[in-house]
């Protein structure tokens, strides 16, 4: 990443060091005749005004200005005290910048402030007693460090509490991106699983319709037509209301609005339409017969609690019968295994035309029975066995697996 200078601090903050700066150098020359006397005091007190004027514009400045004030009070033993006032500012700007090469910068300068004034003590008072000389010294030292030191622990404490808060800000904001990633990509994925339903749905329709009106046209007796129609009508009217549960699915994720009266019915019957039992496959099992299909159903074991599972078994029933009822020679059975036991396993095997191979599809059934059996933590598998199509899913049966 490529190196960039620091914005510049806003001119509010500039018109205010300024504004403190003056303040100093007013009070100085104020007091300049009690603290100092002599033209080199006031060259100490103009280079502690413009440290504090710099302080934030250039803080590398600013602290060369007030490093080189102090060597030269320390040198010539003139103290401009009152001017001295502006290392406070001064040290709190360092403390609070947002470099940490100045903010260590400072501190040691700090320091070695608070050391050289003790020193300086120690030198003007050298003729007066140990215990005397010591306590002035201490009394010295103490007073520049709550100058120098004390600052810049004050700016350091607050640009602490300055990081510490756009770091809480910041985390707000990903958390509150990564939740409308999360709800967009929900509703990507309901979308998709609402897309399945509606072509196994239309696919399973048609399919009967087909069979149903292609039989009926050579029908040889009157019942026979009469029965195709009863199972177009009723295939029909199934259709219907599971296209009106999809449509009502797919417009709560557009608005997404959890007071809909419609959301907990929806919700009630599950991500993948309404719920299915065994009563619903048994007369999925009918309409195939019905449709011209020989099918031979080896059941073991009781459905599963979970109604997630029971529909995805059903939904996957659905399919691979309805590509059987599509593709398959139906001269010969279709044959249905399914064992309800610590894992639900389901194989739905039908023959080849043996004068064609078989249909390559548009593929959108298989992706499909493929994603709804890896949602509850299953496999599926489909593919030509010499002369047949197979089926075979596993679904875990464990409570929470799905």
């Not at 440290?51 to 590398?60: C, D, G, I, S």
């Not at 050289?116 to 010294?137: I, M, Q, Y």
């Not at 399945?196 to 749905?201: E, F, G, N, Q, R």
Request: proline fraction near 5%.
């Amino acid at each position: 990443m490529r190196w960039q200078p620091a914005p510049p601090p806003p001119r509010r903050l500039l018109l205010v060091d300024g504004l403190i700066a003056a303040a100093i150098g007013a009070v100085a020359l104020v007091f300049s005749t009690a603290s100092f006397d002599g033209p080199p005091a006031l060259g100490h007190v103009a280079l502690l005004v413009l440290a504090v004027t710099l302080r934030r514009a250039a803080p590398w400045v600013a602290m060369g200005l007030g490093v080189t004030a102090g060597v030269v009070q320390a040198a010539s033993l003139v103290i401009a005290v009152p001017a001295d006032l502006a290392y406070a500012p001064l040290c709190l700007a360092l403390g609070a910048s947002a470099s940490a090469t100045v903010r260590r910068v400072g501190l040691v300068c700090s320091l070695a402030a608070t050391v050289t004034a003790g020193a300086v003590t120690a030198v003007l008072t050298g003729a007066g007693g140990l215990r005397e000389n010591a306590l002035t010294v201490v009394l010295v030292s103490a007073t520049t460090a709550l100058l120098t030191v004390g600052p810049w622990t004050v700016g350091q404490l607050q640009r602490t509490r300055r990081e510490n808060l756009r770091i809480a800000v910041q985390s707000e904001v990903d958390a509150v991106e990564r939740r409308r990633l999360a709800e967009a990509y929900e509703q990507q994925a309901e979308r998709s699983r609402i897309a399945a339903d509606m072509h196994d749905l239309v696919a399973h329709s048609w399919a009967v319709v087909a069979a149903q009106a292609t039989g009926a046209r050579y029908a040889s007796s009157p019942a026979t037509t009469e029965q195709a129609l009863d199972v177009i009508a009723d295939t029909a009217r199934t259709a219907m209301a599971d296209l009106n549960t999809i449509v009502r699915r797919l417009r709560r994720t557009e608005t997404d609005d959890p007071d809909d009266p419609a959301t907990g019915t929806l919700l009630a019957e599950g991500a993948y339409g309404s719920a299915h039992d065994d009563e619903q496959d048994a007369r999925l099992l009918d309409r195939m017969r019905a449709s011209g299909m020989q099918l031979e159903v080896h059941d073991d074991g009781d459905p599963p609690d979970s109604p997630l599972l029971r529909q995805t078994e059903h939904h996957l029933l659905r399919e691979a019968l309805t590509n059987a009822l599509k593709h398959a020679d139906l001269a010969r059975p279709v044959t249905l295994t399914r064992r309800r036991g610590a894992d639900v396993t389901m194989e739905v095997r039908s023959s080849l035309h043996r004068d064609r191979p078989p249909a390559a599809g548009t593929g959108h059934g298989l992706v499909g029975m493929r994603e709804r059996a890896a949602a509850v933590g299953g496999h599926l598998s489909a593919g030509p066995e010499g002369d047949t199509w197979a089926v075979r899913a596993r679904l875990p049966r464990r409570e929470g697996s799905a």
